[in-house]
């Protein structure tokens, strides 16, 4: 009965610029929900995810009148133009693809908002809920069921299309829409991200220990456990490898959505000049962008990293600078460990001056691992 709707809705959908479209049905996630309690069992949750597995699995919990679920994705680029380069004296970080342009919060919800609007012009007794990364329901596992793409060993849903570089979300309606079908898992033999994750995040095919993904471990708050550190690398938000090394993705570079171009300085930022930025800098440079949703200080704390990592001599006045004068732990401390690990004399001298002043028993730790670093004479 609602075959028409449906093809009008789909119709519709290419004209405002979704990429692809699902139907699924409003079932009980069940694989789902078991799945979630043995990964909050394992303590491999993140922490991010929104509501219990009940409600994450159950879409009449969400939505009472639910009947079915329409899924969209939106293919986001892999390649910028003129990329920066990172260079001796001007070392750069990196965000994730996830957060070139604008927000895709933004950009997706707009989407669904006008594909709600036409389906209640069309039906107006349509009702709809929208959800964008930030709801209950598990955005890839509604995709799955809608035929969108399907579940790699990297956990990420795969189009063949596009690849898996799309963003997710959809609308929970009341309409009966008629469900599309699965899609087969396609990556065979392959185990290539799971031997590539530089922290074993990948426990085996589609399970993930979030507590050792990059991507998490770059939005944390904290100082960064010791055995991460190396690993980071210069990454400020995110993380991409997992990704990038899947043949799915070869040749996948779509730049169809104008407000998702990467702004180059904004995405590859030259690290030092991040160490001293102010809050109203750091909104209105970054405040557009999805990285930047945990705020300020993570973004800090990782490019103190990335400039150990690099050992970066040239940053070693700035990251003086920041020892000795910034009020916050983490960041203080952080800045000890990377001049402990570019070694020049002058860091050390410096740890050891801003010892005799340091207060914070974490950031005197931080500290005398700065100066385990250094090299032996
Ligand atoms: C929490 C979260 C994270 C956490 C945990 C990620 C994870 N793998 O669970 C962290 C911070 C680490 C993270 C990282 C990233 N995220 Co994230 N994240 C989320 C969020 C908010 C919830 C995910 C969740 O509930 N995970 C719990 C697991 C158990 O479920 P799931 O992955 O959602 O569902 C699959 C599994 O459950 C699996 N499954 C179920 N049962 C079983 C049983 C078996 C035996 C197996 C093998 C599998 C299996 O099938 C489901 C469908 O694929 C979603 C948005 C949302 N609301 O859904 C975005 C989301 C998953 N993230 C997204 C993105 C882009 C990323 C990053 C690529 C960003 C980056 N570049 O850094 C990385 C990728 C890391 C990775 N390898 O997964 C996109 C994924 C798009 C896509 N094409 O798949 C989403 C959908 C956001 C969006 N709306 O676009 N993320
Ligand atoms: S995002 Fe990075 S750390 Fe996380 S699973 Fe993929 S490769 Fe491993
Ligand atoms: S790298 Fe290989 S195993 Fe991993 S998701 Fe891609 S195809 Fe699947």
Not at 308 to 322: F, M, Q, S, W
Not at 342 to 370: F, H, N
Request: charged fraction near 30%; glycine fraction near 8%; charge should be neutral.
């Amino acid at each position: 009965m609602f075959q028409v709707l449906k093809e009008e809705v789909i119709h519709h959908s290419k004209e405002i610029g979704i990429d692809k479209i699902g139907f699924a049905s409003v079932d009980v996630f069940s694989t789902l929900k078991e799945r979630l309690r043995t990964q909050q069992a394992l303590g491999f949750q993140s922490g991010f995810e929104k509501g219990n597995p009940e409600e994450r699995t159950t879409p009449k919990l969400l939505f009472d009148e639910a009947q079915s679920i329409i899924s969209i994705a939106l293919a986001y680029p892999s390649k910028m133009e003129n990329a920066p380069r990172s260079t001796k004296g001007e070392r750069r970080g990196q965000f994730c693809r996830a957060s070139w342009g604008k927000d895709y919060h933004h950009i997706l919800r707009e989407k669904l908002e006008k594909l709600g609007e036409f389906l209640k012009q069309k039906h107006p007794d349509a009702k709809y809920k929208i959800m964008v990364d930030t709801g209950e329901l598990s955005d890839r596992a509604v995709a799955e069921r809608a035929g969108i793409g399907y579940s790699g060993k990297n956990c990420s849903i795969i189009t063949p299309e596009f690849g898996s570089y799309v963003y997710l979300g959809e609308m929970i309606t009341n309409i009966p829409f008629e469900p599309d079908t699965p899609l087969e898992e396609d990556c065979g033999d392959c185990t290539l991200c799971i031997d590539i994750c530089p922290t074993g995040a990948l426990v085996q095919g589609g399970q993930l220990n979030a507590q050792k993904c990059i991507a998490f471990l770059t939005q944390t708050k904290d100082f960064l456990p010791e055995h991460f550190r190396n690993e980071i690398g210069n990454r400020l938000y995110g993380c991409d490898t997992c990704q990038v090394v899947c043949p799915k993705n070869k040749g996948k570079n779509f730049h169809l959505h104008d407000e998702m171009e990467p702004d180059p300085e904004i995405a590859k930022p030259k690290l030092r000049p991040l160490l001293k930025m102010s809050n109203r800098e750091f909104k209105e440079k970054f405040g557009f962008v999805s990285g930047s949703w945990r705020g300020k200080k993570p973004i800090q704390r990782n490019a103190i990293l990335a400039l150990g990592n690099y050992r970066d001599e040239t940053a070693v006045e700035d990251l003086i600078d920041v020892m000795q004068h910034d009020p916050r732990p983490v960041i203080r401390g952080t800045a000890a460990w990377a001049l402990g690990k570019i070694g020049t004399r002058e860091s050390e001298d410096a740890i050891i001056k801003a010892m005799e002043k340091e207060k914070d028993e974490q950031v005197l730790a931080e500290m005398k691992k700065g100066l385990a670093l250094l090299p032996k004479v």
